[in-house]
C-alpha cells in the first residue's frame, strides 16, 4: 500500500506577503519546493496566514526548516513523517484499511501472543551477557516449553515440556527457530528490553549467531530512557515498561517486580527459588534442577496470564492514541495525550506547537505552582466513616471549566467570571480544543461503563468492554499533568494552576458544607473527603444523612464534577497527612503511608504492626498493647526466629563506591570478601547481631546469621512503627519525649 500522492509538509507563519515572496523564490538544494499554498490556521484561538511548504522527501523537511528561519515562525516541521500520514488520514494501527486510505470500521481485537523469558547464571540485572543464558522458557496457546542446555541426567522423568539441547548456542538456534515457527504477532517479556532482549543479542554474538526473526536480524532501537528491540511484525512488548510508566500509580505494591505485580493484578505468583543465589545452587545441584525448570516455566507463565490481562488494555490505548503496538506499550500517558491531542488540533485546522527547546524547557521546569489541599487529619480512631470522592475530579474541573490552552484569557467580559482564585480565566463561549476532546472521550467511558453493567463479568465481551473503560479513564486522567509536563507541546502554566486551584475550592467548599450538616471532617485529601456524624448512633440513620449530603452537594456542582459515595467505614485511624487505615464492615483494611508493605524491614516489623492495626481498629487497643508487649518478651527470651529479622536493603551502586558505609554497604564488601559477586542492583539481606561497635560493624550477611540484637530490634524495628500508631492514643506522647529506654519501658 503506498500513497503517492501524500508528499511531507511544514508550516511558516508569516506577517507580511513579501515573505511569502521570499518563501515562493527560495531554492534548497538547487531547488524550490514542490508546491507553496498560503492557508488561514489558528495558532491556538488566533487566526493566522501560514505558508504551507510542501516537498518531495521527508529528508527535505529539516533543510527547509534552517532556510526558511529568517521568514517568520516554523511549524510542524518536527512531526515524523509515518505519524503525519497517520495524523492526516485519520488512521490507526490495529483498524482496518481501506483502499482509499481511510479508517475503516472493522478493528481488530485480539492477537496471537507469545511469552518468553530467560535465566542466566548471571548475578545482577545490570550485568548482561557476561555469563551464560542456562534455559529459556516460551508459554503461548498450545504451546509451553523450557529449552537449555542442562545435563538432565540426574533430573528424574523429563517432563514432555523440557527440550535439552547439547550447548547454549543450539539453545539460542532452538528458540529463535520455534519463535518463528510459532508466528507471533506479540512477543512480551517481563524486564525484557532492558535484560532478556540484549542478553539473548549479547551471547549470540559472543557464539557467533545471528537472530533472525521474520527474515530480519534482531536489532535495537532507542525508545524513551533505553532502547527497544526490533523484530519486524511481532511487536515485542516489555510488561515491566507498561506497569512502570501506566499502570505503577494504580497499584498498591511498591515494588515492580514481577512476582509483585502478578500478585496484585491477576492473583498468580512466582514460584521462590532464593533469587540469584537459589538459581544457582539448583543449577550445579542434579536433583534439584528439575524445580529450576518448573521456575523458569511457571515465570514463563505469569508473564503470558499477565500479558491477557494487560494487553486489552494497550490495545485499546493503541486504538485510541493512534499508534502501533510497540510504540504504545512503550509511551508515558503524556505522550498519548499529545498525540490526541496532535488529531484534534489537525481536525480543527489549528496549528501544532514545536517541541520546546532545551532553554525553554529548563525554563518551565524552574516554575512551580501551588497543588492540592491536604486537611490535616484528626488524629486517633473514629468509627463510622463515609469517605466521598470527586469522581475524575480534574478532567471533570477541565470540562466544567472549558481550561484550555485555546481558551486562556479571551477578550470577552462575560468570560472574567470563570475564573479560580488565581486571576486567569477560561472563555465560556467557544469550546477549547481539549475540553472538547475529553468530552468526547468521557462520554464514549460514559457508553462503555454503560455495556459493562448489561455484560456478564468476566466473558469476552466484558474484558474488552473492561479494558476499554480502563484505557479511556487513564487517558482522560493524563491531561492535567500533560498541561504542566514542561516538555509539552501545550505546555500552559496557567492551565495547569487554575485546575489545582478549582480543586482546592471545590474541595473546601464540600468541607464547609459538611461542616455546616452537623458533619465532622476527619480528614480531606485532593478529590475526598472523610466524614463522620458524631450524632448518629445508627449505621441507618448515617447512611441516610450522608445520602442528604450528596444530594445537596451533587446539585450544587457544575455538571460533569460530581461527588460519588466511595463507601461507609466501620472504623478508621488517622496518623499524620497521607498516613491512615480503614476497616470495612467486612473486616477489610485500606492502609495508606504506614511501613506495612515496605519491605525494607524486616517481617518482624511488617507482622507486628499489622496485628496492632487490625487490634485498634477493632477497638481493642489494650489488646494491641498487650501483644506487643508479649512480643517484646519473645524477642528478648531468644524466641523469634532469624529469618523475621532479616532487613532487606538494594545495593544501588558498587559497594566501594559509597562514602559512608552503611549497614548493607558492610555485609555487601563481607561477601565480596568471601567471594560472592557482588553488582548494583542486587538486594543485600542481613541481621544486626549483638555486640558493641557501629550497627554497620555488627551487620551480619542473612545467610551466615545465627543471633541477633535484641535492644536494636526492639528500638529500631519493633516499637517505632507501632509508635507511629500508638501515638495518636495521647499515652504514648509520654513515652515519645522520654529516651529510648524510656520507650521500650512503655512496652514492658
Ligand atoms: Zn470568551
Not at 515573505?19 to 498560503?38: S, T
Not at 529539516?62 to 510542524?76: I, L, Q
Request: net charge positive; glycine share 6%; proline share 5%.
Amino acid at each position: 500500500m503506498k500513497d503517492a500522492e501524500f508528499l511531507p509538509y511544514m508550516y511558516v507563519i508569516v506577517e507580511s506577503s513579501k515573505a511569502i515572496e521570499n518563501i515562493k523564490n527560495l531554492k534548497v538544494g538547487m531547488k524550490h519546493a514542490e508546491k507553496i499554498e498560503v492557508v488561514k490556521k489558528l495558532n491556538l484561538n488566533k487566526e493566522v496566514d501560514a505558508v504551507k511548504i510542501s516537498l518531495r522527501h521527508p529528508k527535505e523537511v529539516n533543510e527547509w526548516r534552517s532556510a526558511v528561519k529568517p521568514f517568520g515562525e516554523r511549524r510542524e516541521y518536527d512531526i515524523p513523517f509515518v505519524r503525519r500520514y497517520m495524523i492526516d488520514h485519520d488512521l490507526a494501527p490495529m483498524v482496518e484499511v481501506k483502499e482509499d486510505f481511510t479508517r475503516g470500521k472493522k478493528e481488530i481485537e485480539k492477537m496471537k501472543v507469545l511469552a518468553f523469558d530467560i535465566e542466566t547464571l548471571s548475578k545482577s540485572p545490570t550485568d548482561i551477557g557476561g555469563d551464560p543464558i542456562t534455559m529459556i522458557s516460551v508459554w503461548g496457546e498450545g504451546v509451553k516449553k523450557v529449552i537449555t542446555w542442562a545435563d538432565t541426567g540426574g533430573a528424574g522423568n523429563i517432563p514432555e515440556w523440557l527440550q535439552t539441547e547439547k550447548n547454549e548456542a543450539s539453545m539460542i538456534k532452538a528458540f529463535i527457530r520455534l519463535v518463528n515457527e510459532y508466528k507471533p504477532e506479540v512477543i512480551v517479556g517481563y524486564n525484557s528490553d532492558m535484560f532478556d532482549w540484549p542478553f539473548i543479542a549479547k551471547r549470540a554474538e559472543k557464539l557467533g549467531i545471528t537472530p533472525m526473526f521474520n527474515g530480519r536480524a534482531l536489532g535495537f532501537v532507542r525508545r524513551g530512557r533505553g532502547t527497544a528491540p526490533y523484530l519486524p511484525g511481532m511487536n515485542p512488548t516489555d510488561l515491566y515498561i507498561f506497569v512502570r510508566n501506566i499502570l505503577s500509580p494504580y497499584l498498591q505494591a511498591e515494588t515492580l517486580d514481577l512476582g509483585t505485580v502478578a500478585d496484585e493484578l491477576i492473583g498468580e505468583t512466582k514460584t521462590d527459588i532464593g533469587g540469584s543465589d537459589g538459581i544457582q545452587e539448583a543449577w550445579n545441584d542434579p536433583e534439584k534442577r528439575r524445580r529450576l525448570f518448573e521456575y523458569s516455566l511457571q515465570d514463563a507463565k505469569v508473564t503470558y496470564n499477565l500479558a491477557e490481562k494487560i494487553m486489552p488494555m494497550i490495545y485499546e490505548l493503541s486504538k485510541i492514541v493512534g499508534q502501533t503496538i510497540f510504540d504504545t506499550s512503550r509511551l508515558p500517558s503524556g505522550q498519548m495525550v499529545e498525540w490526541l491531542l496532535m488529531r484534534a488540533a489537525f481536525k480543527r485546522n489549528m496549528l501544532i506547537p514545536n517541541k520546546p527547546k532545551s532553554e525553554i524547557f529548563s525554563e518551565r521546569y524552574a516554575q512551580r505552582y501551588v497543588g492540592a489541599f491536604v486537611k490535616e487529619p484528626i488524629k486517633g480512631l473514629h468509627h463510622r466513616i463515609a469517605v466521598c470522592d470527586f469522581r475524575s475530579l480534574y478532567p471533570t474541573i477541565i470540562m466544567a471549566h472549558n481550561i484550555s490552552p485555546d481558551a486562556v484569557g479571551c477578550d470577552h467580559k462575560e468570560c472574567k467570571k470563570n475564573s479560580p482564585e488565581n486571576g486567569v480565566h477560561f472563555c465560556t463561549k467557544k469550546k477549547g480544543f481539549m475540553p472538547e476532546l475529553m468530552e468526547s472521550i468521557f462520554n464514549t467511558r460514559m457508553e462503555v461503563k454503560a455495556s459493562l453493567k448489561k455484560l456478564k463479568k468476566g466473558s469476552k465481551e466484558w474484558v474488552l468492554a473492561k479494558a476499554k473503560s480502563n484505557a479511556l479513564k487513564l487517558i482522560l486522567n493524563s491531561f492535567y499533568g500533560y498541561l504542566g509536563f514542561a516538555g509539552s507541546r501545550w505546555y500552559t502554566l496557567e492551565s495547569a494552576q487554575a485546575i489545582t486551584a478549582w480543586g482546592r475550592k471545590y474541595i473546601k467548599e464540600i468541607m464547609k458544607v459538611a461542616e455546616s450538616e452537623g458533619f465532622t471532617v476527619i480528614y480531606g485529601d485532593t478529590d475526598s473527603v472523610m466524614l463522620n456524624y458524631p450524632e448518629s448512633h445508627s449505621d441507618a440513620d448515617f447512611e441516610d444523612r450522608v445520602g442528604d449530603f450528596m444530594k445537596r452537594v451533587n446539585d450544587s456542582l457544575p455538571k460533569p464534577i460530581q461527588l460519588d459515595l466511595e463507601g461507609i467505614f466501620k472504623t478508621g485511624l488517622f496518623v499524620t497527612k497521607k498516613r491512615y487505615a480503614l476497616m470495612g464492615k467486612d473486616g477489610s483494611l485500606i492502609v495508606k503511608g504506614l511501613e506495612r508493605v515496605r519491605r525494607d524491614w524486616s517481617p518482624l516489623a511488617r507482622k507486628v504492626q499489622d496485628r496492632v492495626l487490625r487490634l485498634i481498629l477493632s477497638d481493642r487497643v489494650e489488646d494491641a498493647k498487650t501483644f506487643v508487649k508479649e512480643k517484646v518478651k519473645e524477642l528478648r527470651a531468644g524466641k523469634i526466629p532469624i529469618e523475621d529479622l532479616i532487613i532487606t536493603t538494594q545495593l544501588t551502586k558498587m559497594p566501594e563506591d559509597y562514602a559512608t558505609i552503611a549497614p548493607h554497604v558492610k555485609v555487601a564488601r563481607d561477601m565480596r570478601k568471601a567471594g560472592e559477586p557482588v553488582l548494583p542492583g542486587m538486594l543485600i539481606k542481613y541481621v544486626v547481631a549483638p555486640g558493641s561497635g557501629t550497627i554497620s560493624s555488627r551487620a551480619v550477611w542473612a545467610k551466615e546469621a545465627k543471633e541477633y540484637d535484641v535492644e536494636y530490634y526492639i528500638n529500631n524495628q519493633l516499637i517505632p512503627p507501632i509508635l507511629r500508631l500508638m501515638e495518636v492514643f495521647g499515652e504514648s506522647e509520654r513515652s515519645l519525649k522520654a529516651k529510648q529506654a524510656g520507650l521500650d519501658g512503655f512496652f514492658k
